[in-house]
């Protein structure tokens, strides 16, 4: 007998635990968060996010709130350059300016907020929607059979052992995922790359910066190579060191050894000058690695964020990459959990987001060689692709998508060129002045049919799908269908199906197209 039964139980409740709690809880489902802190991070961590994610964050109603504490925090649309030191010359502009040019493409922004500011926005939203969280609580093993997962918690303060039984258990649990370890699923790719570490600091960097505007500043000079990171009133931020010593064959272990005089040392550096007093606050000590776990999902356990995908902060990818995992997972267990789909939806998970960590991964992988560690050499490296193809350009792959006949089977594209294809993002556009054709999607399956779709919108009254008829006359080249097309919209915002005229629209074919989807036999549906 179990003393607690959740339908989902998620292990850690850091960032993507947490977005994981928040995004099934907006569907309807209460959650158990297992976190072995006793709080959210302390650490700020990850802190540039992303256009999807804050589409995402927009979907739980936290995006306001997230881009006013960033703009407390941050300079807004800085740039990420290359320099000497922060006193020195500038070496490269790999950003010039963090919006530019993808400002058309979204309903909102990509900005920098940190960890240690983000976690608790989204605690906050989580708990109120209903979420059970249990900080200061261990997972430490688990059990699963046909019907569901078994897991022993451990309260840190009393000592409690708790049994949980749930009808999934979502991975949640970092890098060194406790889960994944379970689960007997090994890590690949191109493993550590360094030992590196964060100083936290305090000092007066304002003269330094000179009145430029930016998010993150990367050093490369004969000491060291590593990264900035700088927040308001800009006397206080923290500084990666990854490499010391000679470029072409450098110390790649900065973190044995290390004492307080040597972090001032590479400090004033990285400044470029030993004249701007430093304090140092704290020092964490962590791996750069570039690894993806070979599966994503062992009966009814799932891995998400780290747990599946470590890689280098290098793109500001690994945090935001976690998150569309999150995203991708919780409709489809929410459907699952209701009712309303079958497990086959839940297989669709891995093919679609272990792809997109793949290639995010070694994308990361990529800046992190180009923009630090040129001495690992480029053979069998992925050309760069841009951010943005990255960040709101994955196309997914799987029978929760029916391709178009002529589908090319791209893993990923610059979301401009999308247009509605299935597996895609649904694009942006700006239906009034605050409502982008984003804000309709979050909770349910769309359909979005032209100004001529009136047939099918007669098609769908019975069937558990929300119509909309945009007369909007940017829609149908936009979402790649003539004004009497129709295109259906996942939960997640991805494009599921799409009939580009109304030839054969009626309620008996998207019935056989909502079944198809979610794993369920027509009648079903
Ligand atoms: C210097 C640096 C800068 C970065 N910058 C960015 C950035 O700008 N943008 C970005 O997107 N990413 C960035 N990242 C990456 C980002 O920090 C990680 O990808 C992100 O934190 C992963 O979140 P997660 O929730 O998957 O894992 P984690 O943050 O590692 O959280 C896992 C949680 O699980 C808990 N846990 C583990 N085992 C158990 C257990 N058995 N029981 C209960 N709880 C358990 C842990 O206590 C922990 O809180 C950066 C990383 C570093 C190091």
Redesign the pocket.
């Known amino acids: 007998m179990a003393d607690l039964e959740v339908p989902v139980l998620i292990?850690?409740?850091?960032?993507?635990?947490?977005s994981t709690a928040l995004l099934l809880a907006h569907l309807g489902v209460k959650a158990m968060v297992?976190?072995?802190?006793r709080g959210t991070?302390i650490h700020p961590?990850?802190?540039?996010?992303?256009q999807r994610?804050m589409e995402i964050l927009r979907v739980v109603g936290v995006e306001q709130i997230v881009r006013t504490r960033s703009e407390q925090q941050f300079v807004q649309d800085g740039g990420i350059v290359a320099v000497e030191s922060l006193a020195g010359k500038e070496l490269a502009a790999h950003i010039p300016n963090l919006n530019e040019g993808v400002r058309d493409v979204s309903p909102t922004v990509r900005l920098?907020i940190t960890?240690s500011l983000l976690e608790p926005l989204l605690k906050s939203r989580a708990q109120d929607m209903g979420a059970q969280l249990r900080f200061g609580?261990?997972?430490?093993s688990f059990q699963q059979d046909s019907q569901g997962v078994t897991a022993q918690?451990r309260n840190r303060d009393t000592g409690d052992i708790d049994t949980v039984r749930a009808r999934y258990m979502v991975g949640?649990?970092?890098?060194?995922?406790?889960?994944r370890h379970q689960l007997g699923i090994a890590l690949n790719g191109r493993g550590v790359l360094s030992h590196?570490v964060?100083i936290y600091f305090r000092a007066h960097v304002e003269p330094l910066l000179r009145g430029r505007s930016l998010s993150v500043i990367l050093v490369r000079n004969p000491v060291l190579r590593g990264f900035f990171?700088i927040e308001k009133p800009f006397e206080s931020g923290?500084l990666?060191v990854n490499t010391v010593g000679d470029p072409t064959n450098p110390n790649t272990d900065i973190s044995t050894g290390l004492t307080n005089e040597r972090c001032l040392e590479y400090l004033y550096a990285a400044f470029g000058t030993s004249a701007v007093p430093a304090t140092i606050e704290n020092v964490?000590h962590?791996k750069a690695t570039a690894d993806v776990a070979d599966r994503l999902q062992e009966g009814r356990v799932f891995l998400?964020?780290?747990?599946a995908h470590?890689?280098p902060?290098y793109g500001?990818?690994?945090?935001?990459?976690?998150?569309h995992d999150a995203h991708n997972l919780a409709w489809k267990l929410a459907m699952v959990v209701k009712g309303q789909a079958s497990e086959k939806l839940l297989a669709t998970y891995e093919p679609e987001r272990l792809p997109a960590g793949k290639l995010t991964t070694e994308q990361a992988y990529t800046r992190y060689v180009t923009r630090e560690a040129t001495y690992l050499g480029t053979d069998g490296m992925q050309p760069p692709e841009n951010d943005l193809n990255i960040e709101l350009g994955h196309r997914y792959h799987s029978s929760a998508v029916i391709p178009d006949s002529d589908e090319n089977g791209r893993s990923h594209e610059n979301p401009r060129e999308a247009k509605g294809k299935p597996g895609s993002r649904a694009p942006h556009i700006w239906l009034r002045p605050d409502c982008s054709t984003l804000d309709l999607f979050g909770s349910k399956f769309v359909l979005l049919t032209g100004g001529d779709g009136a047939s099918w919108a007669a098609a769908a009254p019975n069937l558990p799908v929300e119509v909309h008829r945009l007369d909007h006359a940017e829609f149908p080249e936009a979402y790649g269908i003539s004004n009497s097309g129709a295109v259906l919209v996942r939960p997640d915002g991805f494009v599921a199906w799409r009939a580009k005229t109304a030839d054969g629209a009626s309620a008996h074919l998207l019935r056989g197209v909502l079944g198809q989807l979610v794993g369920l036999a027509p009648s079903r549906v």
Do not use: K
């Open positions: 292990v850690g409740g850091s960032l993507v635990g947490m297992v976190e072995h802190h991070a961590r990850a802190a540039m996010i992303n994610t920098f960890q609580t261990e997972m430490l918690i949640a649990d970092g890098s060194h995922s406790r889960v590196s964060t990171r923290f990666v964490m962590w998400a964020g780290d747990a470590v890689m902060p500001g990818f690994g945090g935001n990459c976690g998150i």
